[in-house]
């Protein structure tokens, strides 16, 4: 089954902070570092969007609303890519998801709430 698990997720303050977790636990080692990643978001009513993605050598893109302020980064060991959300903001409200390769999962919900 080509799944994996995004976690993380939760309600934050307006200028908080969350880290996201999304974990390929049975991905083939040497196929998830070779592999790019990438972070989309979708919120209601809106279609899925880009955030943020990472090449195999850590070539990092962010979309201009996060930059500065999201951090990608990917722990081939682990077969886990991180996005480190700071000074969030209501825009950021989504479910996030992490496909790698051909593998997907369900997304983490994040909830930015005063």
């Known amino acids: 089954q080509r799944q994996l698990v995004e976690s993380g997720g939760g309600s934050v303050q307006p200028g908080g902070s969350l880290r996201l977790s999304c974990k390929a636990q049975?991905?083939?080692?040497?196929?998830?570092?070779?592999?790019?990643a990438a972070w989309y978001r979708q919120a209601p009513v809106k279609e899925r969007e880009l955030v943020a993605s990472?090449?195999?050598?850590?070539?990092?893109h962010y979309t201009d609303s996060v930059k500065g302020r999201f951090i990608i980064s990917k722990d081939n060991g682990k077969r886990t890519v991180y996005l480190q959300m700071n000074s969030v903001d209501n825009g950021n409200t989504a479910v996030y998801y992490c496909?790698?390769?051909?593998?997907g999962g369900k997304g983490t919900q994040v909830t930015v709430t005063a």
């Open positions: 496909p790698v390769t051909t593998y």
């Open positions: 049975r991905m083939i080692l040497s196929t998830f570092s070779g592999a790019g």
């Open positions: 990472i090449t195999s050598d850590r070539s990092t």
